[in-house]
Protein backbone atom coordinates (compact mmCIF):
# COMPACT_ATOMS: atom_id res chain seq x y z
CA UNK A 1 0.00 0.00 0.00
CA UNK A 2 2.94 2.68 1.07
CA UNK A 3 4.73 1.81 -2.35
CA UNK A 4 1.09 2.41 -4.51
CA UNK A 5 1.18 5.93 -2.54
CA UNK A 6 4.76 6.70 -3.21
CA UNK A 7 4.43 5.76 -6.79
CA UNK A 8 0.90 7.62 -7.07
CA UNK A 9 2.93 10.96 -5.14
CA UNK A 10 6.06 10.67 -7.52
CA UNK A 11 3.88 10.27 -10.66
CA UNK A 12 1.66 13.25 -9.86
CA UNK A 13 4.63 15.28 -8.65
CA UNK A 14 6.03 14.53 -12.45
CA UNK A 15 2.61 15.68 -13.95
CA UNK A 16 2.33 19.12 -12.30
CA UNK A 17 6.29 20.18 -13.04
CA UNK A 18 5.35 19.42 -16.42
CA UNK A 19 2.32 21.93 -16.65
CA UNK A 20 2.64 24.66 -18.99
CA UNK A 21 4.36 27.84 -17.54
CA UNK A 22 1.74 30.71 -17.52
CA UNK A 23 2.66 33.01 -20.18
CA UNK A 24 3.17 36.49 -19.92
CA UNK A 25 5.91 38.75 -18.03
CA UNK A 26 7.52 37.89 -14.69
CA UNK A 27 10.38 40.42 -13.16
CA UNK A 28 12.72 39.70 -10.37
CA UNK A 29 12.72 41.46 -7.13
CA UNK A 30 14.46 44.59 -6.95
CA UNK A 31 13.78 44.91 -10.70
CA UNK A 32 16.79 44.15 -12.42
CA UNK A 33 16.02 40.99 -14.40
CA UNK A 34 12.83 40.52 -17.02
CA UNK A 35 11.55 37.05 -18.05
CA UNK A 36 8.79 36.45 -20.96
CA UNK A 37 7.32 33.30 -21.47
CA UNK A 38 4.97 32.37 -24.76
CA UNK A 39 2.29 30.17 -24.83
CA UNK A 40 3.04 26.45 -25.60
CA UNK A 41 3.46 25.91 -29.38
CA UNK A 42 4.96 22.47 -31.10
CA UNK A 43 5.34 21.32 -27.50
CA UNK A 44 7.24 24.19 -26.30
CA UNK A 45 7.01 27.62 -24.59
CA UNK A 46 9.67 30.19 -26.29
CA UNK A 47 11.10 32.27 -23.33
CA UNK A 48 13.70 35.51 -23.00
CA UNK A 49 15.46 36.64 -19.96
CA UNK A 50 17.00 40.13 -19.74
CA UNK A 51 19.31 40.64 -16.45
CA UNK A 52 20.86 43.39 -15.45
CA UNK A 53 24.09 43.29 -13.16
CA UNK A 54 26.49 45.33 -11.82
CA UNK A 55 27.66 48.45 -13.94
CA UNK A 56 24.76 47.51 -16.18
CA UNK A 57 26.30 44.54 -17.20
CA UNK A 58 23.70 42.22 -18.54
CA UNK A 59 22.67 38.44 -19.42
CA UNK A 60 20.95 38.00 -22.03
CA UNK A 61 19.45 34.44 -23.39
CA UNK A 62 16.52 32.96 -25.02
CA UNK A 63 15.45 29.76 -25.94
CA UNK A 64 12.01 26.69 -25.48
CA UNK A 65 11.09 25.25 -22.66
CA UNK A 66 10.40 21.72 -22.83
CA UNK A 67 8.70 19.46 -19.86
CA UNK A 68 10.10 22.40 -17.75
CA UNK A 69 13.44 22.83 -18.26
CA UNK A 70 15.84 24.46 -21.34
CA UNK A 71 19.12 23.23 -22.78
CA UNK A 72 21.02 26.06 -24.36
CA UNK A 73 24.26 25.59 -26.41
CA UNK A 74 27.03 27.56 -25.73
CA UNK A 75 30.45 26.92 -26.86
CA UNK A 76 32.38 23.88 -28.02
CA UNK A 77 29.29 21.74 -27.64
CA UNK A 78 28.61 22.65 -24.16
CA UNK A 79 25.12 23.73 -22.80
CA UNK A 80 23.76 25.78 -20.09
CA UNK A 81 20.59 23.95 -18.53
CA UNK A 82 18.35 25.83 -16.84
CA UNK A 83 15.01 24.69 -15.01
CA UNK A 84 11.70 26.21 -14.58
CA UNK A 85 9.36 25.78 -11.62
CA UNK A 86 6.18 27.19 -10.82
CA UNK A 87 6.53 29.36 -7.02
CA UNK A 88 3.64 30.99 -5.52
CA UNK A 89 4.34 33.87 -6.79
CA UNK A 90 6.49 33.48 -9.62
CA UNK A 91 9.02 31.17 -11.12
CA UNK A 92 11.81 29.68 -10.07
CA UNK A 93 14.81 29.51 -12.62
CA UNK A 94 17.94 27.56 -11.80
CA UNK A 95 20.99 26.71 -13.56
CA UNK A 96 22.14 23.06 -13.46
CA UNK A 97 24.58 22.91 -10.96
CA UNK A 98 27.25 21.13 -13.27
CA UNK A 99 26.29 24.19 -15.90
CA UNK A 100 26.57 27.58 -14.40
CA UNK A 101 30.23 28.18 -15.82
CA UNK A 102 28.68 26.95 -19.36
CA UNK A 103 25.85 29.36 -18.55
CA UNK A 104 28.04 32.67 -17.98
CA UNK A 105 28.52 32.40 -21.65
CA UNK A 106 25.56 34.31 -21.86
CA UNK A 107 26.09 37.11 -19.31
CA UNK A 108 28.74 40.08 -18.94
CA UNK A 109 31.94 40.18 -15.98
CA UNK A 110 29.36 41.46 -13.66
CA UNK A 111 26.16 40.36 -14.14
CA UNK A 112 24.13 36.42 -13.63
CA UNK A 113 20.49 35.28 -13.53
CA UNK A 114 18.29 32.80 -11.48
CA UNK A 115 16.12 33.01 -8.45
CA UNK A 116 12.31 33.88 -8.47
CA UNK A 117 10.98 35.88 -11.55
CA UNK A 118 7.64 37.48 -9.85
CA UNK A 119 3.97 37.71 -11.27
CA UNK A 120 3.42 41.18 -11.80
CA UNK A 121 0.08 43.24 -11.95
CA UNK A 122 -0.87 44.72 -15.41
CA UNK A 123 -0.08 48.06 -14.01
CA UNK A 124 3.57 46.96 -13.38
CA UNK A 125 4.52 45.43 -16.95
CA UNK A 126 7.90 47.33 -17.94
CA UNK A 127 5.82 48.89 -21.01
CA UNK A 128 2.65 50.01 -18.65
CA UNK A 129 4.69 52.18 -16.70
CA UNK A 130 6.72 53.57 -19.27
CA UNK A 131 3.01 54.76 -20.80
CA UNK A 132 2.31 55.88 -17.49
CA UNK A 133 5.73 57.59 -16.74
CA UNK A 134 4.79 59.38 -20.30
CA UNK A 135 1.22 60.78 -19.38
CA UNK A 136 2.61 61.96 -16.15
CA UNK A 137 4.90 64.12 -18.00
CA UNK A 138 2.46 65.47 -20.47
CA UNK A 139 -0.29 66.31 -17.39
CA UNK A 140 2.64 67.72 -15.14
CA UNK A 141 3.44 69.63 -18.46
CA UNK A 142 0.04 71.16 -18.93
CA UNK A 143 0.02 71.91 -15.20
CA UNK A 144 -2.65 69.36 -14.27
CA UNK A 145 -0.54 68.33 -11.05
CA UNK A 146 -3.30 66.60 -9.38
CA UNK A 147 -3.80 64.63 -12.22
CA UNK A 148 -0.07 63.88 -12.77
CA UNK A 149 0.37 63.19 -8.93
CA UNK A 150 -2.39 60.83 -9.06
CA UNK A 151 -0.68 58.48 -11.74
CA UNK A 152 3.05 58.81 -10.24
CA UNK A 153 0.81 57.49 -7.09
CA UNK A 154 -0.91 54.66 -8.24
CA UNK A 155 2.50 52.94 -9.31
CA UNK A 156 5.04 53.52 -6.34
CA UNK A 157 2.68 51.33 -4.02
CA UNK A 158 1.89 49.04 -6.77
CA UNK A 159 5.38 48.01 -8.35
CA UNK A 160 7.49 48.50 -5.59
CA UNK A 161 9.13 45.38 -5.29
CA UNK A 162 9.84 45.02 -9.12
CA UNK A 163 10.98 48.52 -10.21
CA UNK A 164 14.96 48.88 -9.85
CA UNK A 165 16.14 51.67 -7.28
CA UNK A 166 16.95 54.26 -10.14
CA UNK A 167 13.43 53.97 -11.44
CA UNK A 168 12.02 53.86 -7.96
CA UNK A 169 13.94 56.71 -7.32
CA UNK A 170 13.13 59.26 -10.59
CA UNK A 171 9.19 58.35 -10.04
CA UNK A 172 9.50 59.46 -6.04
CA UNK A 173 11.19 62.44 -7.39
CA UNK A 174 8.74 63.61 -10.05
CA UNK A 175 6.16 62.87 -7.55
CA UNK A 176 8.09 64.95 -4.75
CA UNK A 177 8.04 67.97 -7.38
CA UNK A 178 4.62 67.50 -8.46
CA UNK A 179 3.37 67.75 -4.86
CA UNK A 180 5.49 70.51 -4.26
CA UNK A 181 3.30 72.07 -7.20
CA UNK A 182 0.43 71.17 -5.28
CA UNK A 183 1.39 72.64 -1.74
CA UNK A 184 1.59 69.64 -0.34
CA UNK A 185 5.45 69.97 1.14
CA UNK A 186 5.36 67.39 3.95
CA UNK A 187 4.38 65.00 1.51
CA UNK A 188 6.81 66.15 -0.78
CA UNK A 189 9.12 65.17 2.01
CA UNK A 190 7.80 62.18 2.69
CA UNK A 191 7.93 60.46 -0.40
CA UNK A 192 11.86 61.56 -0.52
CA UNK A 193 12.35 60.20 3.13
CA UNK A 194 13.83 56.74 1.93
CA UNK A 195 16.65 58.50 -1.00
CA UNK A 196 17.38 61.08 1.98
CA UNK A 197 20.91 59.05 2.68
CA UNK A 198 21.84 59.33 -1.04
CA UNK A 199 21.23 63.07 -0.96
CA UNK A 200 23.50 63.91 1.96
CA UNK A 201 26.41 62.22 -0.78
CA UNK A 202 28.64 64.32 -2.78
CA UNK A 203 29.71 63.19 -5.64
CA UNK A 204 33.10 61.62 -4.58
CA UNK A 205 31.17 59.32 -1.93
CA UNK A 206 28.48 58.41 -4.84
CA UNK A 207 31.47 56.99 -6.80
CA UNK A 208 33.33 55.42 -3.54
CA UNK A 209 30.00 53.80 -3.30
CA UNK A 210 28.95 52.39 -6.72
CA UNK A 211 30.46 51.08 -9.62
CA UNK A 212 31.39 53.87 -12.79
CA UNK A 213 28.37 53.75 -15.02
CA UNK A 214 25.90 53.63 -11.75
CA UNK A 215 27.56 56.04 -10.32
CA UNK A 216 27.44 58.03 -12.97
CA UNK A 217 23.57 57.38 -12.94
CA UNK A 218 22.89 57.30 -8.96
CA UNK A 219 24.87 61.16 -9.00
CA UNK A 220 21.99 62.45 -11.29
CA UNK A 221 19.60 61.23 -9.05
CA UNK A 222 20.91 62.59 -5.52
CA UNK A 223 21.22 66.01 -7.55
CA UNK A 224 17.46 65.65 -8.42
CA UNK A 225 16.48 64.83 -4.61
CA UNK A 226 19.03 67.42 -2.99
CA UNK A 227 16.94 69.89 -5.07
CA UNK A 228 13.52 68.36 -4.10
CA UNK A 229 14.31 68.47 -0.99
CA UNK A 230 15.24 72.27 -0.85
CA UNK A 231 12.39 73.07 -2.49
CA UNK A 232 9.99 71.40 0.03
CA UNK A 233 11.61 73.17 3.23
CA UNK A 234 14.01 69.86 4.16
CA UNK A 235 17.42 70.14 2.92
CA UNK A 236 19.26 66.92 2.17
CA UNK A 237 21.26 66.51 5.70
CA UNK A 238 19.09 69.19 7.66
Known amino acids: MQAWVWLFALLSGASIAAQPLPPGTYISDGGRGTLRVEAVRDG ?37 RISFSLQADGILVE ?31 PDRIAAQRKAFKKAYDQKRFADAAAMLESVLPTCERTLTGVDHG ?63 GKPAGS
Not at 95 to 105: L, S
Open 170 to 232: WIASDLAITRHKLGDHSGCVAVLESYRELASMDEAAIRDSYPPSEADVYARLARAVRTNLKLC
Open 44 to 80: AQRFSLNEVGANFHTCDLEGDVRAGSAALPTFDEAVC
Open 95 to 125: QDENDVEHCRYFCGARAGFGGVYLSIAPACA
